[in-house]
């Protein structure tokens, strides 16, 4: 038996009011504590010190490679015959210096062996520093 015929039943509505005001309490609080973090940094006076500049460099030694595996020491064609000759060659290269930086100048269709040979040479030369020269590209 319905009783009330007339009375449409309301639709049920959610009130987004305690919504809004809980994600503004939550936005104040997270504005505070940034704020905050900002002024806890450690404030840090670093030592000086005095010294004397470090010794020079030594020359390096330039290894030039072009696109068909020709090899040059510091400008001086080089004929390769192998690995060992090319590690002599280094070491007269060095000269009096024990542990020189070697700069492989590698053409960009240097064959991968070619460059692997010279790395090889340094090691049994006894040098450990190997660097390569490369350029920047163009705008």
């Known amino acids: 038996m319905n009783f009330q015929r007339g009375r449409t039943r309301e639709e049920p509505e959610i009130n987004l009011i305690p919504m809004i005001d809980v994600l503004l309490v939550i936005l104040i609080f997270l504005m505070v504590t940034t704020s905050y973090a900002k002024y806890s940094e450690l404030q840090i006076n670093l030592p000086q010190a005095g010294g004397q500049p470090g010794a020079e460099q030594p020359l390096p030694i330039n290894v030039s490679i072009d696109a068909t595996a020709h090899y040059a020491i510091n400008n001086a064609g080089l004929n390769y015959t192998g690995i060992t000759e090319l590690a002599s060659s280094l070491k007269k290269a060095a000269d009096t ?14 064959p991968h062996q070619a460059v692997i040979n010279v790395m090889e040479a340094a090691r049994q030369a006894g040098f ?9 590209e163009a705008n």
């Not at 210096?97 to 240097?110: G, S």
């Not at 450990?128 to 920047?136: E, L, Y």
């Open 97 to 110: 210096q024990t542990d020189p930086t070697i700069v492989i100048n590698a053409d960009a269709k240097t």
């Open 128 to 136: 450990g520093r190997i660097t390569f020269a490369t350029q920047n």
